[in-house]
């Protein structure tokens, strides 16, 4: 996709792009592709595919939902994916990057700055150690984990009211599994909103899950229970 193709994208879903937008596009998708030819980022190596395949793909959560001052969490957000595409489109949001990989904490701290991009929080290390419980409007993923696992890394850390907003490919397997769980953490039914993307590349999935009641205090748990031992309610 060209980066003039991408604009036009937008705009058939009422997102009207600045030129210091597009600059900060263009300057996002150049440092990108520099940055990962000495460090694995991204398995997308040129332009066109940065535009369609990352750029567009995250830009998505804008045809949805109109961002304003909302604090967000990016779980995960490996090179800024929805995160950092959310800001640029949404400069006056309350971001939160989060991910236990350091090289890419390290780009994403370099890059903000190369954006001119100042009031944007990155954090290395897990998830499960943040201590700002009931703190966040919205938590964001895309591509992170089965919905059960991210339920639990995610509602926590929200407002009551606040939501979920995961971006997935695929979600029929894993969402029967989750519901158990977000209902124990005091999550509402998952509500799924499905998006045709462009250029043959399908359907994407936007899971909204509110968060209706507040969560336990002990949750989450540590990691390596949350994989091992799916939440189940007691049998009175």
Do not use: W
């Not at 890059?111 to 703190?135: A, C, P, Q």
């Amino acid at each position: 996709m060209k980066k003039e193709e991408f604009y036009k994208e937008l705009e058939k879903n009422n997102i009207f792009l600045t030129d210091n937008q597009k600059e900060q596009f263009k300057i996002y998708c150049d440092y990108l592709l520099e940055y990962n030819t000495h460090t694995n980022l991204t398995a997308i190596r040129d332009e066109e595919g940065v535009y369609l395949k990352h750029f567009l793909d995250s830009a998505s959560v804008g045809y949805i939902y109109n961002l304003k001052k909302e604090k967000i969490l990016d779980i995960g957000t490996g090179a800024g994916f929805p995160g950092v595409v959310l800001k640029i489109l949404f400069p006056n949001i309350e971001l939160t990057l989060i991910d236990s990989n350091n090289k890419k904490t390290t780009f994403l701290k370099n890059l903000l700055e190369k954006l001119n991009i100042s009031d944007v929080t990155v954090i290395n290390d897990r998830v499960e150690n943040l201590k700002n419980k009931d703190f966040f409007d919205i938590v964001t993923s895309r591509a992170v984990s089965e919905l059960r696992i991210l339920a639990e890394l995610s509602l926590p850390y929200l407002k009551l009211n606040g939501k979920i907003v995961a971006l997935k490919s695929h979600i029929e397997e894993e969402l029967q599994k989750s519901l158990e769980t977000i209902d124990i953490l005091g999550g509402s039914k998952p509500l799924i909103n499905e998006i045709l993307l462009p250029n043959s590349i399908g359907k994407r999935c936007i899971i909204e899950v509110e968060k209706i009641k507040k969560t336990d205090e002990i949750y989450p748990r540590a990691y390596d229970k949350i994989l091992k031992k799916p939440l189940k309610k007691i049998a009175k």
